[in-house]
């Protein structure tokens, strides 16, 4: 086996630059598959690589078996995406890795691998290379020079670093992909399609990589640092070729649409939602959005070819924080697409952030107040995360409101920060009753089980609705440190120490 691409048994995180949040600290748990590795794989395999996914996190895989089917496997290369929260144990388990393969190569990629990318292959050897930015063809490029012997001198694989004569070396950043259409689809055949399913519907699911890069400055959120400021959409062609193979080969009508803002481009959005009609296909599909790029018409052509639901960024209550964080938008044009959604048939999910540098009480209590007026079907309220290369992560450590102990305790639901008001706990407090308080109306309730439409959907909600509970009412259990688990334990990776986070960087 050339390249073994995995998803560590580290804990069910979404693996995505943008958003490393775990599963089940957020109202919609779905599994979606690690698309990531799929994408890398499919460009592996257009160069003549033989490779392999595992998903050991979603799988559930304990530590031990995941490293006896690696060792049966013996991969050449191993590569994989971390995050934040997941740092700690992912570099634990690479050092698994070396020690049980020697000679096997490690490749790691991610947001905050990128941004201490110096620390970590200068204090873990059992890293080799580092990924920066869009790094589908950086890996191929690295996987023909190490595996194939093909002349190709690693300063001059862009958007690499390594070591080299007793320090770092970090080649030019990659241009971003500017045509999104050249790559290959994800290799779906190597997922087990079986793991990723709709917690509503019980259906297989999957996502689509619409478009990449946000124009946005928001403070918290990394996209544009890793998928760039202009947005790259791919040809409404393509896109919907690959979802009718989705349907014809593997059975899939239900899909996420990637995209940091799907409905940036409002011809573009017409244009797919016209052909997916067309094509009668009947998906189900839902997409992240902004409140201000969205209108009535896109709406109900969204809903023709089978949008039942929208996330949007709706981060606060309070028109300082909106200005702060600079989300551009104004509280009424939060309440008004909200109103368009519940208008056109179209479920909606928003996700408030909380816990900046300068809120209060009185910030909170607009986030709340404003929950309740949109009343969405779906809400989440993350606290502020401090991700390496955001302007967050410099406030919070230059205004000595960084709990870095906590940084692998969870991402959004458990603080690594605090307010100058607001202590870590009084964050932690107010998350759960607030979420309670929503959940608890007797109203929602009504009106999310009427919605269900099925008795299997109502089945699913009323599951899922006492999980969550379950959860917010209890306490967290904290993992002792990876190198007390023999190689063959049940348990998963639990938490190391975790190098310093950086500013800024790449």
């Known amino acids: ?18 958003c490393q949040s775990r599963v089940e600290d957020q109202t919609i748990q779905v599994h979606f598959p690690p698309m990531d590795l799929a994408h890398h794989a499919a460009v592996l395999e257009r160069d003549g690589f033989e490779c392999a996914i595992r998903d050991y996190s979603t799988a559930g895989t304990p530590l031990g078996r995941a490293l006896e089917e690696i060792g049966g496997i013996r991969p050449k290369m191993v590569f994989f995406s971390s995050t934040q929260p997941t740092q700690a144990n992912d570099l634990a388990f690479a050092q698994r890795i070396k020690d049980l393969l020697g000679e096997v190569t490690v490749v790691l990629r991610g947001e905050s691998v990128t941004f201490q990318d110096q620390v970590i292959l200068s204090e873990y050897p059992q890293v080799d290379f580092i990924l920066r930015g869009e790094s589908e063809e950086t890996l191929s490029e690295l996987a023909s020079l190490l595996l194939k012997a093909k002349p190709i001198p690693l300063e001059e694989i862009a958007g690499l670093s390594f070591r080299g004569g007793g320090m770092t070396i970090r080649t030019p950043d990659r241009p971003f992909i500017k045509d999104l259409n050249r790559l290959p689809w994800p290799a779906r055949h190597l997922l087990d399609q079986s793991l990723y399913r709709s917690p509503e519907t019980g259906n297989t699911i999957t996502t689509l990589y619409a478009a990449r890069g946000c124009p946005y400055p928001c403070i918290f959120c990394p996209a544009p640092l890793a998928s760039g400021r202009p947005v790259r959409l791919r040809a409404v062609s393509d896109l919907l070729a690959e979802i009718r193979h989705c349907v014809e080969e593997y059975g899939i009508r239900e899909f996420l649409f990637h995209g940091d803002t799907f409905t940036y481009s409002r011809e573009w959005v017409l244009e797919l939602c016209r052909a997916i009609e067309e094509a009668g296909l009947r998906i189900r599909w839902g997409c992240n959005s902004r409140v201000d790029t969205i209108d009535p018409e896109m709406l109900r052509a969204m809903k023709r070819a089978g949008c039942w639901v929208i996330g949007f960024g709706v981060e606060s209550g309070h028109e300082e924080t909106l200005k702060r964080v600079r ?38 209590a607009a986030d ?6 949109i009343d969405p079907d779906f809400f989440d309220f993350n606290i502020a995360y401090p991700l390496p290369g955001t302007e967050l992560l410099a406030m919070v450590q230059n205004e000595s409101l960084y709990h870095e102990e906590r940084v692998d305790q969870g991402g959004y639901a ?15 407090r107010w998350r759960r009753k607030a979420l309670l308080s929503l959940y608890l109306r007797p109203s929602y309730i009504a009106r999310t089980l009427w919605l269900a439409g099925s008795p299997r959907k109502t089945f699913n909600y009323i599951r899922a609705g006492a999980r969550r509970l379950r959860q917010l009412l209890s306490n967290r259990r904290s993992s002792p440190v990876i190198e007390e688990f023999p190689a063959d334990s049940a348990e998963p990776l639990p938490r190391a120490s975790l190098p310093e986070a950086k500013a800024t960087g790449a």
Request: hydrophobic share 40%; glycine share 4%.
């Open 414 to 428: 458990v603080p690594a920060t605090r307010t100058h008001a607001l202590s870590a706990e009084e964050l932690d």
């Open 327 to 364: 989300k551009a938008v104004k509280r009424e044009k939060i309440v008004e697409a909200f109103r368009m959604c519940r208008e056109a048939g179209i479920r909606s999910h928003a996700f408030f952030v909380f816990g900046f540098p300068w809120e209060t009480e009185e910030h909170l």
């Open 1 to 18: 086996m050339d390249v073994l691409l995995i998803q560590p048994p580290t804990g069910s995180y979404r693996r995505d630059d943008r």
């Open 368 to 373: 709340l107040v404003l929950a309740r007026e």
